[in-house]
């Protein structure tokens, strides 16, 4: 009891006080304006699919990986998209190992929320033998540290990894041609996913005072503010979900306000997350052409081949 | 034995000076400490230790059972650490050793915001550290600086409690020289 006592974050009564005097006139208090959205870096890991995206102090990491599964009776031909949040205590003192808490689950179905309703990825192309045989498309969110409005870092997070992301080529062969092949890398260039279009999360925040309204509020202004809204939209505007948990009523005219915001914003980042994309495949472009395939090598050595010499994984799939 | 800087002075003192998110208690430092809890014989408080840390309600300059002062939770009080043993929770004070009030207490209004503890013990520094002498220069504003990374604000407009703050965080890991640059390049863009 009294080590959590110790461990939990806390806001003062002058820290409160002067966020919310310091926004009547118009001041935040990392020094951006109310509509003002923080520094936003993109980077990539050495795999293909797993991303980093800090948003001023708060960091998320994105990874994406695939596995071939049978797909739900009632969508026989569509792979699968399924988002797991993992907070670490590290983080925030207020996130608990284990169990994942409100805000991790809320976060989760935002993005889930963003990325499906909106058909933005592709998943009939993730079909390799209808009702029997699909990929199935798993997104791992990270949250390594918590500096506020974590639904959007993560989102880009996600869309991020997602963009990078390829999976093994496979075709169809043996005797009546049911049985699936997977081609390693080195045999047959991953396939990238087809994404259609990236919907954006953008919150807001509200405070109770005479409809204040901020963009992207860091987790002191979180720990103040009295109503939240999160609207996912695309670069063209089209408003894929919205998201407002309790909280403060809003006028219909300041959400209208809102999406205007929120569709500019969603454009800039829109931007950003292709540069950072293209920079990174150009980057692996670049790299690939000193690349020295593994089962190139291993066939090199000779001996042992047949153990490892064709990498080919076979599933044998029946009726 | 923390890993830091080594750090000299003349003629032959040598010390190794670290910086860490958390604090360590330590008898005599002064802290900011967040007010959690009231009971009827100690004020509970947080100092960003691995324990809350003890006020007793009569560690006041002139404390009696009759005069025990109000805070309400979450309420920022400056105290001086008096007794930090291992195994044990920390106990503050609010009277200097002469057994005056001194400048502890309640801190009103103003801004707080966190830091490590090496860059508040670098503002706690003499001579002067660079960045607080050239702020001073320009604007003018109140400052508590507490030992456990614990930094509180004030000043008569919001819009300096937030240059300050920011230049401030924005020193933690720049040469004097480059604080002075940044401070003066700061107070030339809000002018």
Known sequence: MDSRLANTWRLTVNERKFIETALL????????NPYEYRKLSIKFGREDGSSEVQLGQTHVMGFVTCQLLQPYRDR???????????????ADPSFEPGRPGESAVELGRII????????????????????????????????????????????????????????PECSLGGEDSQEVILHPPEEREPLPLIVHHLPIAVTFGFFSSESIMVIDPTHHEEAVMAGRMTATLNANGDVC??????????????????????????????????????????????SKIKRHPASIALEGIGSGGNVKGKQNLSLNLRV | MKAGKLQFSKPNKYWVESSQ????????????????????????????????????VLAFEGGTRRNIPKFVVGALIYVRVVKANPGMNPELS?????????????????????????????????????????????????????LNGRVWLNADSPSTVVVVSNAIMNSESLSEVQQKIMVEKLLQRIK
């Open chain 1, 25 to 32: 006139s118009g001041i935040r208090i990392d020094g951006r």
């Open chain 1, 76 to 90: 026989p031909n569509e792979g699968t998209l399924a988002i797991f949040t993992e907070f670490s205590p590290m």
């Open chain 1, 112 to 167: 889930d929320r963003g990325l499906r309703e909106s058909r933005a990825v592709d998943t009939e192309s993730l079909c390799v033998l209808a009702g029997k045989l699909v990929w199935a498309i798993r997104v791992d969110l990270h949250i390594l540290d918590n500096g506020g409005n974590l639904v959007d870092a993560a989102n880009i997070a996600a869309l991020a990894a997602l963009l990078t992301f390829r999976r």
């Open chain 1, 241 to 286: 979900a919205i998201q407002k948990p309790g909280g403060e009523g809003v006028l219909q005219s300041v959400i209208m306000q809102c999406l205007r915001l929120a569709s500019r914003t969603a454009g800039d980042i829109t931007k950003k997350i292709n540069d950072a994309v293209e920079a990174y495949k150009t980057e692996r472009a670049s």
């Open chain 2, 21 to 56: 998110k958390r604090y360590v208690p330590c008898a005599e430092d002064t802290v900011l400490g967040i007010v959690v809890d009231c009971k009827a014989d100690n004020f509970i408080v947080d100092i960003k230790g691995p324990a809350t840390a003890f006020l007793p």
């Open chain 2, 94 to 146: 609010c009277i200097d050793a002469s057994g005056k009030a001194a400048e502890f207490g309640l801190l009103k209004d103003g801004f707080m915001f966190e830091t490590s503890t090496g860059l508040s013990r670098m503002l706690r520094s003499s001579p002067m550290c660079p960045v607080l002498e050239e702020l001073g220069k320009q604007l003018s504003f109140e400052i508590a600086v507490g």
